[in-house]
């Protein structure tokens, strides 16, 4: 079992930055790949970045370049820097641990970006 806390989110105006952080807690020697996702109202889950183990990256095309994903080298927390934030990027952002085959969720922490 393994617990996620999202913190760092809030109210930007475009072009401003952000940066949320997840802290783990619980079995995580045993996770795998962190990752990002984000849920904008009325639209489906989907990916924004992720962290490997071996701390490879990966990122939604739409966030290239804007933002950056990281591990603590305890790889007990996972951070998101966002900049260049624009109106389209506003969301409910939740942190994801894979465990072996089982997908864990935080509670998510709100960005509005909005002038």
């Known amino acids: 079992q393994v617990q996620l806390v999202e913190s760092g989110g809030g109210l930007v105006q475009p072009g401003g930055s952000l940066r949320l952080s997840c802290a783990a807690s619980?079995?995580?020697?045993?996770?795998?790949?962190m990752a990002w996702y984000r849920q904008a109202p009325r639209k489906e889950r989907e990916l924004v970045a992720e962290v490997t183990i071996d701390g490879r990256t990966n990122y939604a095309d739409s966030v290239k370049g804007r933002f950056t994903a990281s591990r603590n080298s305890a790889r007990t927390t996972l951070y998101l820097q966002m900049n260049s934030l624009q109106p389209e990027d506003t969301a409910v952002y939740y942190c994801?641990?894979?465990?072996?085959?089982?997908?864990?969720w935080g509670q998510g922490t709100q960005v509005t970006v909005s002038s």
């Open positions: 619980g079995s995580i020697s045993t996770i795998n790949t």
């Open positions: 994801n641990a894979l465990i072996y085959t089982n997908r864990y």
